[in-house]
């Protein structure tokens, strides 16, 4: 009887729900470049009455396709929400603007007003920030709650171009009566840097609406936190800041906690591999002894906090009843700090809540300078002239392995002349003495068929040697030299498509042996990671959004990547 009532009740509860007028061709696939290609699509919208929501992601849409999308949705009063992430792979950068453009201005004369805005995972830089610039401005964004643009390679400038937009958008909307009351900000993995978080904190700190902030991997050091750390706490409904990957040093940190004292709603914050050290963990515990009574997810994971600090975050959740998690991995706590961190949560009935402590780095020193922060800025300096020097580390290892084999073919055509024999003649170009001793060089010699040599060069049915070929490949990327990044770039895709077109392939297999490689995670035959460069990083981000590149196996080297 008890379920028959239960039964009715979720019936009447259906029956009564708003439902969400939505067409979707998520995850189709689908190449759509022109009117004709795209036709079924415009027919359906055009004949979808009351569309609210449309959902374009996971397919490739040109700028002609895009104009007669635009056209069918002139007519759509009553869209609320566009899923358009992941909806240009394969297209040209300057198609997309144009085509953001057309999409927008459709809205904008249909008279729409959105709540959710999802642009995410298309690589359109700050020129497809300008593509919807004046969709964020106009009156069809004045009720924006969700704007999603993860991972669109927008830079400092596209940060700032955004950051003006939503300025203008609440100023306008204001004088209407009806603010902008943006809920929700994604924008991580956008190389915004400080000065694009600070243009993004003034914005913040005008809208003063925000419940979900995620900025992770953003290059972002202590000024932009701090701007950002002013801007938050003038957002006191925010419940999550994911700020992961950047970082604050102590500096930083002092700053966010100094905000957390003014929030109270806050139940997830991740600061994981942020640098926050012992004093700034420390600072961040204070908050959270004092206030965040609802919290339920702390992440201070690979910080460089010590045994003693850790313990004082631990102290810190004494009495916070929904707690569900605490990630202190990662750290610099020694066998006898992970044990006392234990201990303690143990005897607070909160042992349940602490995440795994395997990739403890062990007791070391903190030598960090917690008084004046020069030792951080005189440290950050380091680490940018550690990264210059890396890069002429690699480019003196490429000239002296060319030097070498210039000395060895010498070596070869000396001894030749002992000989009555003709000389040789010069060598074609050579995948293998490229994949031995990539340089770029080397790469761009092997011509414009250099793809199709290297498809026949490597053997793809071993997915560690496909793995090796592909980081090998990717090292000589160079972001400043169009000819050599695109012949990078033709080769990866040519590789990789092959691999997963052959049915002896294994794909998690070849993902495994990369996260190996690129020493994010531990190989029983003690495998030496390579030398990780910005080339790597690049290709693989190239790669992932491919057609070619099954879904399944993004997630999972998303899983490793993000920490």
Request: charged share 30%.
């Amino acid at each position: 009887m008890a379920t028959d009532i239960v039964t009715q009740l979720a019936n009447s509860l259906a029956k009564t729900a708003v439902e969400e007028k939505e067409l979707s061709y998520k995850g189709q696939g689908k190449k759509w470049d022109d009117a004709n290609s795209v036709a079924d699509v415009v027919k359906e919208i055009e004949e979808f009455d009351g569309l609210q929501a449309l959902r374009l992601e996971g397919n490739t849409i040109g700028l002609e396709a895009a104009k007669a999308i635009a056209k069918a949705l002139e007519t759509k009063s009553e869209m609320k929400c566009c899923y358009w992430s992941d909806m240009f792979t394969g297209r040209l950068r300057p198609e997309i603007p144009p085509a953001l453009n057309s999409m927008g201005d459709a809205l904008i004369l249909a008279g729409a007003r959105l709540t959710v805005l999802d642009l995410s995972d298309n690589a359109f830089g700050p020129d497809g920030v300008k593509g919807i610039e004046t969709l964020l401005k106009s009156p069809t964004c004045y009720a924006l709650q969700e704007l999603r643009l993860n991972n669109c390679g927008m830079g400092i400038g596209g940060g700032e171009i955004l950051a003006a937009a939503l300025t203008h958008c609440h100023k306008l909307s204001s004088e209407e009566g009806t603010p902008l009351s943006l809920k929700v900000f994604v924008a991580g993995r956008n190389r915004l840097e400080n000065d694009g978080a600070t243009a993004l904190a003034h914005a913040f700190q005008l809208i003063g609406s925000l419940e979900e902030i995620h900025m992770p991997q953003n290059g972002i050091n202590h000024p932009g936190v701090t701007a950002l750390a002013k801007a938050l706490q003038h957002n006191a409904g925010l419940r999550i800041i994911n700020l992961n990957d950047n970082t604050f040093t102590a500096k930083g940190a002092m700053a966010m906690a100094q905000a957390l004292k003014h929030l109270r709603s806050v139940q997830v914050i991740n600061f994981g591999d942020c640098l926050l050290r012992s004093a700034g963990a420390s600072a961040i515990a204070d908050s959270v002894s004092g206030g965040l009574p609802i919290l339920k997810e702390l992440n201070l994971s690979f910080g460089e906090i010590t045994g003693e600090a850790a313990l004082t975050v631990a102290k810190a959740v004494k009495g916070k009843d929904q707690l569900e998690k605490l990630d202190l991995n990662g750290n610099c706590l020694g066998e006898d700090g992970c044990k006392a961190l234990k201990d303690c949560l143990e005897d607070l009935n909160l042992g349940g809540v602490l995440g795994s402590l395997s990739d403890d780095e062990g007791d070391q020193e903190d030598d960090e300078d917690d008084e004046g922060g020069e030792g951080e800025e005189e440290e950050e300096e380091e680490e940018d002239g550690d990264e210059d020097l890396d890069e002429e580390e690699i480019d003196e290892e490429e000239e002296e392995e060319e030097e070498e084999e210039e000395e060895e073919e010498g070596e070869l055509e000396k001894s030749s002349t002992k000989f009555s024999t003709p000389a040789p003649a010069s060598r074609p170009p050579d995948v293998s003495s490229f994949l031995s001793f990539p340089s770029p060089d080397k790469l761009l010699k092997l011509g414009a068929t250099r793809a199709s040599l290297i498809q026949q060069q490597v053997d793809v049915s071993d997915s560690t040697k496909t793995a090796e070929a592909f980081l090998k490949i990717a090292s000589v990327y160079k972001e400043e030299n169009n000819e050599v990044k695109d012949a990078v770039l033709d080769s990866v895709d040519a590789l990789l498509r092959k691999a997963f077109a052959t049915p002896s392939f294994q794909g998690y297999s070849f993902v495994s042996s990369l996260l190996v490689l690129l020493g994010l995670l531990k190989s029983e035959d003690k495998v030496k990671p390579v030398r990780v460069v910005p080339g790597h990083l690049q290709a693989l981000e190239h790669v992932v959004r491919q057609d070619y590149f099954p879904k399944e196996n993004v997630a999972v080297l998303e899983a490793f990547m993000s920490r």
